[in-house]
């Protein structure tokens, strides 16, 4: 059965049936907020880090507390975002280094073999290339021969994933193999902030239940002090993965600017900390962040 569309004010009746408050935003506000800065569906999701009672309405639970959730969720996408970017960068900086001091390639016959075997990916890429108003000329000289430091500059980052599965496979090094354990994992939370999907919901839930982590993120978490039992969410198995990519892939001075970004979401977490004092989900979830964000700064 369809649920009916509901208006802004039959919204937020629907939320004070469910027991959420309007004590910190009044109902004034809170149609303002969804009418002009975030729409229902994403504030609402956060409700699902908080308890019901026994009547099936939320405990302790105001309108507020969604909102400021969706602005530290935006906070973290961003955050998480960049260290995905720089993770991108690193992997082509590593591919292009080990392919120019590889004696056996010329640059050109590796993109050959790749087309042959992965077709589909190739013509996306050079379809990209051509299509990219900022970069038809580079389309134009190069695409009848193109080289590999052309086609690692355009490729997007699920080819890049396929590109360095193709390259395991042809040269396995130590640090390819490494970047491949877990670039399939750091790759879902790329994703997730790429597409604006919410992170802080479902925390410690049965629906991102995982039930046997692998063994290079147990690795992983151990170097990390992270305790085992958390890698069986799978946010927090993600994370792991993205920020020891992260770690093993940059330099210091960026580990350096990401850690001072991250301690940055922390501090906007605990702006209205006696809000969440009693939520043991997002209080762990960010102690384990911030585990992860001192992780990149050790030496």
Known sequence: ME??????????????????????????????????????????????????????????????YLVDLASIDMQLREYLFDLSIDIEHGIKVLLLNLISNDVNEDGYSIVEDFKINYPNQYQRTLKYLEKNKYLHDMYKKHHNNISIWVFLEVMTFGTLSIFVDFYLKRKNTRSVRQIHNYLKFSKNIRNACAH?????????????????????????????????????????????????????????????HRYNQGKKILTRFHRHKDWYADNTKLNTFFKILDILIDYINVQ
């Not at 009916?4 to 027991?19: D, F, V």
């Not at 729409?39 to 009672?53: G, L, Q």
């Not at 946010?235 to 580990?255: A, G, T, W």
């Open 3 to 64: 649920k009916r569309m509901m208006s802004t004010n039959e919204l937020i009746n629907h939320m004070k049936s469910k027991g959420i408050t309007f004590n910190f935003i009044s109902e004034n506000e809170a149609s303002k907020t969804l009418n002009k800065v975030n729409y229902y569906f994403k504030v609402t999701s956060y409700r699902s880090n908080f308890p019901k009672n026994e009547s099936n309405k939320y405990e302790n639970l105001d309108f507020a």
């Open 196 to 256: 604006s999907n919410p992170l802080l919901v479902n925390i410690f839930s049965d629906k991102e239940f995982l039930r046997r982590p692998s063994a290079p993120i147990k690795s992983a978490a151990k170097q990390m002090n992270i305790p085992m039992n958390y890698l069986q969410d799978l946010k927090i198995n993600d994370l792991v993965s993205l920020f020891f990519l992260h770690k093993k892939i940059q330099s210091k001075k960026m580990s350096e």
